[in-house]
């Protein structure tokens, strides 16, 4: 393994998925549609991604003994992701995701974390001799958060840059903020970590600003079809996005996370990574499912070399 690989620590899901003409409301039973299923969870999802986009990843996990288990491993090795320190549960099932895809690609997901929860710093210190070797450390949050405190101090130790996509969002002690080399919330987790509304792209840059002033050291804050703003000590700038036919929603976040943390561990420069990331998360959204949706570098290549993205509404202050 090289320097320029990228350790993911976090979940692993199976996504049962029913794509239908409207998402039900509460009570409500909507008949009529088309059920599918496929490999989920933030950090499967986010190291599928970085291997389909070039990376040399490794996915650190927990999962219970069952076929759901089995086919995630699969699928993982099958992407080439080195799954050595991927634990098995044995009192646990693996995470079951349930989710509902509107018309538009819009979506509405119910987890049933399993083992996911049961994922432990110590699962994580057996693999202390990866960090040595990584480029980037990716985390989310539907692992437990001391495993994520754990994780964030060992790359600490061996210099390695954390990136924290803060999913689903959760209050963070400042002195985990401070070990952040880039936070990368939407607009709905960018709000409830700062109480700072974000409906726009200013509204995005007061909330950045105030991440910046507790510790993080960079954080871009994705927009959905808007793009993306990065914001560092000295940069506010919208990475602007690629207009594609939304299909399906799901994990183009993480499609984003996993795509950026391979640029960034190649050496290119924050904006430029972001702009690469936007490109890997249109092209997701055109495709129904999480891993499933995951582009290629060559997919990647072409519509950053041929495409347009859309035009920023206006300049964030």
């Known amino acids: 393994m090289s320097r320029n690989s990228i350790l993911v620590i976090g979940s692993s899901n199976t996504d049962l998925i029913i794509k239908m003409d409207r998402i039900p409301k509460a009570g409500e039973t909507v008949l009529g549609g ?11 999802n986010q190291a599928v991604a970085a291997a389909r986009a070039g ?41 079951v995701a349930f989710i509902f895809v509107g018309r538009r690609g819009e979506n509405s997901i119910a987890v049933a974390s399993g083992a996911n929860a049961r994922l432990t710093p110590a699962n994580v210190l057996k693999a202390r001799k990866i960090f040595r070797r990584a480029a980037v450390l990716l985390l989310q949050l539907e692992i437990p958060l001391k495993t994520v405190r754990a994780a964030i101090k060992l790359a600490g130790a061996a210099r390695v840059p954390v990136i924290l996509n803060p999913a689903p969002a959760q209050p963070l002690p400042p002195e985990l903020l401070k070990e952040i080399y880039l936070l990368t919330p939407n607009e709905t987790e960018a709000e409830i970590l ?34 993306a703003l990065v914001a560092t000590a000295g940069v506010r700038q919208m990475i602007p996005a690629y207009r594609m036919p939304a299909v ?26 972001a702009r690469f990331a936007c490109a890997a998360a249109a092209i997701s959204v055109t495709r129904l499912g999480a891993q499933t949706s995951a582009p290629t570098r060559a997919e990647i290549d072409r519509l950053l070399n041929n495409g347009s993205p859309a035009r920023s509404r206006k300049p964030a202050r």
């Open 55 to 95: 990376g040399s990843a490794t996915f650190i996990g927990r999962i219970g003994r069952d076929s759901f288990g089995q086919n995630a491993i699969a699928g993982l090795q099958a992407d080439g992701i080195n799954v050595d320190y991927l634990v098995r549960d044995n009192t646990q099932a693996s995470g």
């Open 194 to 227: 700062t109480g700072v509304p974000v409906e726009n792209e200013v509204g995005a840059a007061r909330a950045a600003q105030k991440l910046l002033a507790r510790g993080v050291q960079n954080v871009i804050v994705t927009l959905g079809d808007r793009g």
């Open 34 to 44: 088309e059920f599918s299923s496929a490999a989920g969870g933030k950090g499967a």
């Open 248 to 273: 399906d929603t799901t994990a183009a976040g993480d499609i984003f996370n996993g795509t950026l943390a391979v640029a960034l561990a190649e050496g290119q420069r924050l904006l430029d990574a």
